[in-house]
């Protein structure tokens, strides 16, 4: 068995970096359904703004509010308003299609990201 990327939220924004919540990383409960990425199941998360990589668990926040809270000690390496990758693996002898999404700079939905897309993704405009 190996492990794939199954999902990723592309480029959201840190809305708040809660030191003293006890870990995880809160997420708009309606990217989470998008991709498929359950309450308490492990992410990591990639900081384009700083570089770093960490791995914790997802709980669902507001559906509709754009959340993303990286809490715990998580916060000392992930600010609010850096721009992350948040994405979910999963076992199989084969890859599968991954639930890719891009948000805009307010968490909101955009548009689904192909697998084959390589370069740089600009966001487009929500309709």
Known sequence: ????LRAKIHRATVTEANL????????DSELMERVDIQ????????DNTNGA?????AIPGEPGSGVLC???????LVNAGDQVILMA?????AAGKPRQILVDER?????????AERG?????PAP
Not at 39 to 46: F, N, R, S
Not at 53 to 57: A, D, H, K, M
Not at 70 to 76: C, L, S, V
């Open 1 to 4: 068995m190996r492990e794939f």
């Open 20 to 27: 003293d919540y006890m870990g995880s990383v809160t997420i």
């Open 39 to 46: 309450a308490y199941e492990k992410v990591l998360i990639v």
């Open 53 to 57: 990589r960490l791995e914790t668990y």
């Open 70 to 76: 990286i809490n715990g000690a998580a916060a000392h």
């Open 89 to 93: 693996f999963g076992y199989g002898d």
């Open 107 to 115: 968490n909101a939905y955009v548009r689904e990201i192909e697998p």
């Open 120 to 124: 740089v993704i600009e966001p487009t």
